[in-house]
């Protein structure tokens, strides 16, 4: 009887969350089975990523997830004041504390079987079991402490108001021991999953380039124009960029 063949999956690694309480049935994303092709062995990741939406569910979690993936470092976070997801109406929107789990948020959308249908159907629940599968709970970017997000060299923001937020952020805190610089980018996007879809590779893209530099702060000026002008030539992409130190 010949031998079955054998299936190996292979996974990224990522840091175990001990306090995560999972959606039952909840997976975190996988590649195909399989051997991985050589090339996409990789040195770890030298530099740390933030990214950084307005609920830390949509445009940052996407990027989280495409750049651990990859390999990367990387923490995704909010500057919102509250957890806002789209409800029935644009009046009814359905608000949650930072700090709630995604589970519990998954959980009160399906309530009912009217809520699931509804939220399966504007894609918020995907959103939830995402967001379960990656890490317990959104996390509000100016409640962490300093030496928390001074670990970062490079913060990618998906809109310009939260870019705006977090440099400001940065300016306003005490500056930490070890003083260093912060890159924070801006890459405008649209707040649905098909464009958080989309900018999420634009990031890989881009971070991809920053990894690769000898000198970050040196280089970092002129690599990001040079990344917006090529990408100029498909999508109307805004791109900005500021240096904090913290």
Known sequence: MPAKPLHLRHHHHTTPNNN??????LHRPSTPPGFPPATSRRTPS??????????NINRSMEAHVVLSNAGMRVESYGTGTQVRLPGKSAMEPRIFKFGTPYAEMYRSLSATPEDEAFFVHNGVLQLCKRGASVKLAPQRWQDMPSSFVQKHDVVIAFEERIYDAVVEDLQTREPTEDFKALHVICLDTKDNPHEAKLQGRVAL???WLLEQTHDLDAEAPELIER???EQMTHTN?????QICYL
Do not use: M, R
């Open 46 to 55: 030298k530099l740390s990523f933030g990214t950084v939406c307005s609920s």
């Open 237 to 241: 992409i805004k791109v900005l960029h």
């Open 227 to 229: 990344f917006q002008e």
């Open 205 to 207: 893209e881009l971070c």
């Open 20 to 25: 995560q309480s999972f959606v039952p049935g």
